[in-house]
Structure formats: structure tokens, C-alpha cells
């Protein structure tokens, strides 16, 4: 629906039919995918910046980018604690910080890498293999007492995996943290 | 060439006049420079001084203000107007020096990780590596200060690659890929914008320091003017709109004119210009302008809808933006101008209910709102005024009335106390042939009284009139109000006497008392040559009114 007085109309308009650009938090998980300088200090400036503007980071990973001069790093947060538009906001104001996509999940594949030891003892090793199977998972060590099992996937995969094993006796996992592209020709 | 003669022609091709600083183990070599460098250094006594009186000097010209400290502890005493200059958007460049490399990350003697700690307060910093990229470094520095939404920025240079030979040419080319501020703003928007000021019947345009910065103060007044909008300014943007004039409302805010903070609670449209709805604007947030809609224009898109959801929003330079505003306005067919009688008709109702008014003493005693009113009188008005933090900053906000930008000059955003003196001290060096006032209070002026040295051996004639009540007021006034009159340790006692410390210092030290021959008094302060302390002795226990009280709306305005 057009509102009144739109801008190449000649009428004034109706004030009571503007709508706010709100802040508005979306309740959902976001990815942010940041192109920076590959310069000394970007990361801390980054999380500093998430440190002093109260906005909790729930993963955070970097590497390198096929251009030696940027670096990537991608970053989850909850978007029903802050609004996705002042975080990239802020983010933009750093002088290092290129470019900053909020990715889509539809049009996003974003992976993670974890590893899951866990205490095995007799038979309970066959059933665990037989699971990390079914995610597609690697074991990469066994003793007598523990396995390690590699896992990569979306972070539901991870989570659906450490779920099945944690009755089992979880010692440790270690997960990366999602790192993420866009589909499709495009650069992220 | 050394890399520190480099820095030399660094600050001469950025048109630097002067450098405010204090020499160090660290910064020996750029100090060395100075000597045949050609760039005036004004030797501060403190490096916080230093760096306030670039923040005054860039305020006073708009032009970038440069101050220099050593490493560690000259590093970490300007970090106090790094924070400074970050709050209140004033470009400036401070450059540090740094232990030599291998020394860092040892805990060297005078080493600080000074980019460390001012990362969060910086608008960018850079720490050199190689001298090579001091050059670079010290350009793109000054582009970044005084472009976009300005700010500080920090150059930190280790001491040994500052001795270094380097081949200097002068760098053109600036590698800032992930800079590039806008400053056009959305023509659909503006035209937007113009359209909704036109329907408004209660609009207001609420406008700060950011018009000042974009110099955009004659724009303000065109577009106020091109239709007859009530204008209000932030503490930040005094002067941007002439004051007096029949569309000024006067500061609003927590010590704001009533007539100012009704019209933003009544107010159906709110054009937010250059300013940042800080707390000390909206008091109880959720009970800010319940009825308005909002126009929010600044340079800086993180500003816009960070506390107040903006309807009409415009990234852009205050200028630019105000330029085709005013032109997109005027093109306008169908404005009917009566629209806002019935709203004038209003705000001159409280206008004359609720003018700025205190009750004058009957004796010869000085109130501290009539000695402001004294000052107007004895400057012809027309005095660049530097303030400290508290009662006499808000009292000289009040009734000094600026009809012109970068005539008042502030903490605003910090609330540094300690600021006026130096910021004097760089307004007037950055503006010889004005007269420049301090307005300071007893306690703020102790925090940086050493710069009256810098003013009576470089011949800077700043006038400071000391508002001395024998109290750290604004902190009495709050522990009078709500605290039920527990004063805790805000008595400042007698000490010291400011006459003859003033005479101490070189300067020329005055003491008024008496009402009936302030304003003669003051006018021969002001034309007494070289630096003056006079210190006004005002009325003990005044409270600045009015005032919105912290968490309250605005339309609960108190006294």
C-alpha cells in the first residue's frame, strides 16, 4: 500500500502513517559475515567493540581469505538481545572493518568443525561409532577408556550429535565456532 | 631524512600551525625536530592540558588540534581528552611516543600499551611498525580526524623507528578501504523529510553539535526561517542557531528552558539535527516526546535509531543534508504556514509563564546567573566562552546568549572538569584577535590551574572568571536535592587564594565582590593585557534551575 504524499507526489504527508525504522530486536541467531584489514589489533578492536557496547558474542572464528590483504571473520550472536542493526552499525564504524554481511540462513552454507571425547568402555564403543556414523562423523582416537569422534556440520548437527553421546560420559568437546558463505555465484 | 623531520612536513602538508605538548624520554627525536621544524609548539604543563587545549583549538577553528605526549604516563594523561574529543566529535590528533621495539612488551620503564588502552575510545589509532609508515600514517590520521563524523585519533611511534633515515615524499594516495563515510544523504528522504516538516502543526528542530562540525549553522537558520519552526539547540549546539531570535527557544534538557523541553513533549514532528537524544535530552526515555514522530539526520548512521527509533532517517552531512532540504522545502506547493498558530501561540504562553529567571540578591551580594548576565554585558556578547564542568557551565550555557557557532566551548559529553582553562588556552592561540573568556568553577579550575603558566610565558591572553562558591555546587546541589542535604565532602574551603596564585603564575589576579561594579570591574579585566584570574565570589548555595530531575519525563520539570 503506497502512503500518502510519497516522495515523487505532490501532497504532504500524513504523519501519522510513518513508520519507525526500528531497532527492533529479531529473536533470531544471526551470522555476520565481516570482510577486515588483515592488520595487527582488528580482532581486539572487534571484540572490544562487542565488550563495551554490552553485546555478547556467542561464536567467533577468523582465518584468511583468498586475498592476503583481508582477513574473515565470522561471528554469531543472539539477535533477541541486541538489534542486528546496531551491532553491524557500530561494527562499520571501525576503520578496518570492510564489509559486514548479515547472511540469510536459506542462502547461507555455514559449517562447523567439533570434537567430542568421550568415555567408552566395552561395547559402548560400537554403539558410539555406530552413531558418529549415522552424522558422518570420524574417529580420529581410541583408547581403552575414550574415543575421539570429529564432526562437521550446521551447529543443530553438532548439538543433535553431543545430545546422543553425553549419556555416554562426555569428557571434552571443542567446536570451532560456524564459519559461513553465501550460495550461489555471489561473494559473500 | 630523520623519520621525525618526515612528521615535520607530515603536519605542515596538513596545514598543522601548532602542536600543544610536554618532551619525554620516548618523543626526544620528534622534540629534536621542533627546533628547525617551523611548526609553533606551545610547551603545556601537563599533557591533559596539552590535549584539551587541541580539542580547544580545533573546536574554536575547526581545524584539526594536535597534541603531543611521550610514552606511559604522558601517554595515559591524555587519555582523559582522547575520551573527551571521542564524546564530543572533535577532530584531533595526538601523537605518542612509544619505548623502542625491543623494549616493548617488557614492561620498560615508561612503557604503556597506550593504543591498548585507548582502543575504546579512539575514533582509530595506529601503532608504527616501521618507520616507513609514519608518513601514511600521520596523513591518514588527519583524514580520519577531521572527516566523516570527527573525532581523535592516536599515533603511537615507537622511539627508535622515530630516529630511523627514511626517504620522505609527500603521500597522496590514502589506503582506507573500509572508510568512506556519507555525507550526501538519500534525496528521497530529504524529500521525505520536507514533506513531513510541511504537515507538521507542532514541529521542532532539535539541533547539536553536529551542525557546528559541518558548519552548517547558516543552513539551520535558512531552513528554520524558510517556514517559522521552533528551534531548540543541545548544550553541543549553542550558537548554531543566533540566539536571541523570535524562533529560539532556548538549551533543552536537563537544565534546559522550559519553554524548549514542553515543546519537545508537545511536539508531533522532531527534527533531530547533528544530535544524539543523550540521556541529559530525553530524561525518562520512555516517556520522551510521546507524541512525536522523528526526522533524525547525522553523519553517523550508528546515531540514528540507537535510542530513539528514527520515522525519516538521513545519513548525511549536516550541511549537505540541510542544503537540499531547504531546497526541497521551499519547491513545496501546498504549505499552509498558519498550520503552526495555534502551536506559537503555545509556545509564547510559556515563554512568558516560564522565562530562565533566579531572584536577584538585594544587596550587593553576585549571584552566580548575574555574573554570566555580567560577562554578556562586559564582552559585548561576543566573546569566544570556554567552560568547566558543573552549575557555572550550565548557568553560562543559559544566560550567555551565543549568536554564533564555535563561540562556546564545552565538555559536554565527558563532563571533564579541568577542561575551560586549557580549552582557552587553544581557542585563543587558534584566534589571536578574539577575546576568550573561561568561565570556571572553583573546584574544575584546580584541576588544570598549571596551564596559567603556559598562558603567562607564551603571552596568551585568556580572561578566566572563577564562579567561586566554595563548593563542588553541582554535586551540592545533588546531595541538597536528593540526598537530603548529607553534604559529603563538596566544601572546598577557602584555598587557595586564586589572586595570588594567579600573580604566582604571571597572570594578573582580581577579586569582585560587589554587584553594583561587576560589569565595570569585568571590563577592566578583559582590558587588562595578558592572562587574568579574577575570581567572582558568588552566592554560596544557589541551585541551577530548572532542571528535569534524573529519571523523571521532561514535563516534570522542576523550579
Known amino acids: ?182 550460495r550461489g555465484r555471489g561473494e559473500t | 631524512m630523520r623519520a621525525v623531520d618526515a612528521i615535520m612536513e607530515c603536519l605542515k602538508a596538513e596545514g598543522v600551525e601548532v602542536v600543544f605538548g610536554l618532551p619525554g624520554g620516548a618523543n626526544l627525536p620528534t622534540y629534536d625536530a621542533f627546533v628547525d621544524g617551523g611548526i609553533r609548539h606551545v610547551l603545556v604543563r601537563h599533557e591533559a592540558g596539552g590535549g584539551h587545549a587541541a580539542e580547544g583549538y580545533a573546536k574554536a577553528t575547526g581545524k584539526v588540534g594536535v597534541a603531543f605526549a611521550t610514552s606511559g604516563p604522558g601517554a595515559t594523561n591524555v587519555v582523559t581528552p582522547i575520551v573527551d574529543a571521542m564524546m564530543d566529535s572533535v577532530p584531533t590528533v595526538f601523537i605518542t611516543g612509544q619505548v623502542r621495539t625491543d623494549l616493548i612488551g617488557t614492561d620498560g620503564f615508561q612503557e604503556t600499551d597506550t593504543l591498548g588502552i585507548t582502543m575504546p575510545v579512539v575514533k582509530h589509532s595506529f601503532q608504527i611498525r616501521s618507520p616507513l609508515e609514519i608518513p601514511r600514517a600521520i596523513h591518514e590520521a588527519f583524514h580520519i580526524a577531521r572527516t566523516g563524523r570527527p573525532g581523535p585519533v592516536v599515533v603511537d611511534i615507537p622511539v627508535d623507528l622515530s630516529r630511523a633515515e627514511i626517504a620522505y615524499g609527500p603521500v597522496s594516495d590514502l589506503h582506507l578501504p573500509g572508510y568512506q563515510p556519507t555525507t ?96 541529559r535530552i530525553t530524561g525518562k526515555l520512555s516517556e520522551f516526546a510521546p507524541h512525536a514522530k522523528f526526522i533524525h539526520i547525522d553523519i553517523d548512521p550508528a546515531e540514528i535509531s540507537k535510542t530513539i527509533p528514527a520515522h525519516i532517517p538521513i545519513v548525511g552531512d549536516c550541511k549537505n543534508v540541510l542544503t537540499k532540504l531547504i531546497t526541497e522545502y521551499r519547491a513545496l506547493e501546498l504549505v499552509d504556514q498558519s498550520r503552526t498558530d495555534e502551536w506559537w501561540q503555545k509556545i509564547r504562553a510559556w515563554q512568558d509563564k516560564h522565562p530562565l529567571r533566579y531572584e536577584d540578591s538585594a544587596d550587593g551580594e553576585i549571584k552566580p546567573q548575574y555574573m554570566v548576565q555580567a560577562l554578556y554585558e562586559a564582552t559585548g556578547g561576543d566573546a569566544i566562552v570556554t567552560s568547566d564542568v558543573g552549575q557555572h557551565q550550565m548557568w553560562a ?38 577575546t576568550v573568556v573561561c568561565i570556571a568553577g572553583d573546584g574544575s579550575i584546580q584541576m588544570n590551574i598549571q596551564e596559567l603558566a603556559t598562558c603567562a610565558e607564551d603571552k596568551i591572553p585568556v580572561k578566566v572568571f572563577i564562579m567561586n562558591n566554595g563548593y563542588l555546587g553541582m554535586v551540592r546541589q545533588w546531595q541538597e536535592l536528593f540526598w537530603e542535604k548529607r553534604y559529603s565532602h563538596v566544601d572546598m574551603g577557602s584555598y587557595p587564594d586564586f589572586v595570588k596564585l594567579a600573580e604566582a603564575y604571571g597572570a594578573t589576579g582580581m577579586r569582585l565582590t560587589d554587584k553594583a561594579t561587576l560589569v565595570d570591574d569585568m571590563k577592566a579585566a578583559l582590558a587588562t593585557e595578558g592572562p587574568v584570574v579574577v575570581d567572582v565570589r558568588v552566592t554560596r548555595e544557589e541551585n541551577t534551575y530548572p532542571m528535569i530531575a534524573p529519571g523523571q519525563a521532561a514535563r516534570e520539570m522542576v523550579g
Open chain 2, 397 to 434: 550555557a543559559q544566560h550567555y546568549h551565543f549568536s554564533r557557532p564555535r563561540r562556546w566551548i564545552n565538555s559536554g559529553g565527558l563532563g571533564t572538569m579541568g577542561f575551560g582553562l586549557p580549552a582557552a588556552l587553544g581557542a585563543q592561540v587558534g584566534c589571536p584577535d578574539e
Open chain 2, 184 to 279: 550526501d544523504g538519500n534525496t528521497k528522504q530529504i524529500r521525505q523529510a520536507a514533506k513531513a516538516m510541511a504537515s507538521a502543526k507542532r514541529p521542532v528542530i532539535y539541533a547539536g553539535g553536529g551542525v557546528v562540525n559541518a558548519n552548517a549553522s547558516q543552513e539551520l537558520t535558512d531552513f528554520a526561517t524558510s517556514d517559522r519552526f521552533p528551534v531548540t539547540c543541545t548544550l553541543m549546539g549553542l550558537g548554531a542557531f543566533p540566539a536571541p531570535h523570535p524562533q529560539w527557544l532556548g538549551m533543552l534538557g536537563m537544565h534546559g528552558t522550559r519553554t524548549a523541553n514542553y515543546a519537545m513533549d508537545e511536539a508531533d514532528l522532531i527534527c533531530c539535527i547533528g544530535a544524539r537524544f543523550d540521556d
Open chain 1, 1 to 182: 500500500m503506497a502512503i500518502m504524499g510519497e516522495p515523487g507526489t505532490k501532497e504532504l504527508l500524513s504523519l501519522d502513517e510513518l513508520q519507525a525504522t526500528a531497532n527492533a530486536h529479531s529473536g533470531r541467531k544471526h551470522v555476520l559475515s565481516i570482510l577486515v584489514e588483515n592488520k595487527a589489533g582488528v580482532l581486539t578492536r572487534i571484540a572490544g567493540l562487542f565488550a563495551r557496547r554490552g553485546f555478547n558474542i556467542d561464536t567467533l572464528t577468523v582465518g584468511p581469505t583468498e586475498d592476503e590483504q583481508y582477513s574473515r571473520i565470522t561471528l554469531t550472536f543472539d539477535g533477541a538481545m541486541h538489534s542486528v542493526d546496531q551491532v553491524t552499525k557500530q561494527l562499520h564504524k571501525l576503520i578496518n572493518v570492510l564489509k559486514i554481511r548479515d547472511l540469510e540462513p536459506a542462502e547461507t552454507v555455514a559449517r562447523e568443525l567439533a570434537l567430542f571425547k568421550v568415555a567408552v568402555e566395552g561395547a559402548q564403543r560400537a554403539e558410539v561409532m555406530q552413531i558418529s556414523e549415522i552424522f558422518r562423523g570420524k574417529v580420529v582416537d581410541v583408547t581403552r577408556r575414550s574415543i575421539i569422534v570429529e564432526i562437521t556440520g550446521t551447529t543443530d548437527k553438532i548439538e543433535a550429535f553431543e545430545r546422543m553421546v553425553r549419556p555416554f560420559g562426555l569428557i571434552e568437546m571443542m567446536r570451532t565456532g560456524e564459519i559461513a558463505i553465501s
